[in-house]
């Protein structure tokens, strides 16, 4: 199957503080797991992305967590400031080599 | 230039128009993608060319035909559309079409009403 869970649908944190986003899948087949992030008004962009063979991976404030037996992967927002403010999608790339689309988290860092 | 440009950004049409939405990137990327995106909603794949040719229709209906004149430019033409049809039409390309590099980059895209 190529279901993908996202959640939570919508996240308030504070500024500062650690926003997590959590995507759970079922295809054991997947092999590319990123992170998306859209503003309003734009087209989504690639944040960051990991593949089964590490359990996690750090680019600046963001960073992967890859928990393959759980088939599950968060990604983490360290320190988060208002300009995180966006939706986030987990997309795993499917067996069709197309990226299948959890449903979104709308992240709102309060200053 | 790691841009891809999409136009236009907002576009009203009537049912019985007929309209046509351009895209264009110079990365030298070979395949070139058009989503649907509804409001609060994830990106729905319409359609997939690689290296110029369509590789993928998601089902999608006959009043959307998509069109690749050259390996830099997208064209997604538009008849008799319908009121659920608006949504924000999105426009991507990749290095390659499947596995050696799957990060896509996205347009802005155009934001569509049909009346």
């Known amino acids: 199957q190529q279901q993908v869970k996202q959640s939570p649908q919508s996240l308030i944190v504070q500024k500062g503080g650690i926003s997590i986003i959590n995507c759970a899948y079922e295809n054991t087949a997947f092999d590319y797991f990123p992170w998306y992030q859209q503003f309003p008004g734009k087209g989504p962009a690639l944040l960051i992305a990991i593949r089964p063979d590490v359990s996690e991976k750090k680019e600046g404030r963001f960073t992967i967590s890859f928990n393959k037996s759980a088939k599950q992967f968060s990604l983490h927002i360290m320190d988060s400031q208002p300009g995180d403010s966006a939706t986030y999608f987990c997309a795993p790339l499917g067996s069709n080599y197309q990226l299948i689309w959890g449903a979104g988290t709308k992240l709102i860092i309060k200053p | 230039d790691t841009e891809v440009t999409q136009t236009p950004k907002h576009l009203v049409m009537g049912m019985t128009n007929k309209k046509s939405l351009k895209c264009e990137q110079h990365?030298?990327?070979?395949?070139m993608y058009w989503y649907k995106q509804k409001a609060k909603k994830p990106p729905e794949l319409m359609f997939v060319?690689?290296?110029?040719?369509?590789?993928i229709n998601e089902s999608v209906p006959s009043r959307f035909s998509p069109e690749c004149p050259n390996s830099s430019l997208l064209n997604l033409h538009l008849h008799a559309l319908q009121p659920e049809d608006s949504a924000l039409y999105l426009c991507?390309?990749?290095?390659?079409?499947?596995?050696?590099?799957?990060?896509?980059?996205f347009g802005s895209g155009t934001q569509l009403s049909v009346l």
């Open positions: 060319y690689s290296y110029e040719k369509l590789s």
């Open positions: 990365m030298g990327h070979r395949a």
């Open positions: 991507a390309s990749s290095h390659e079409p499947t596995g050696t590099n799957e990060k896509l980059f």
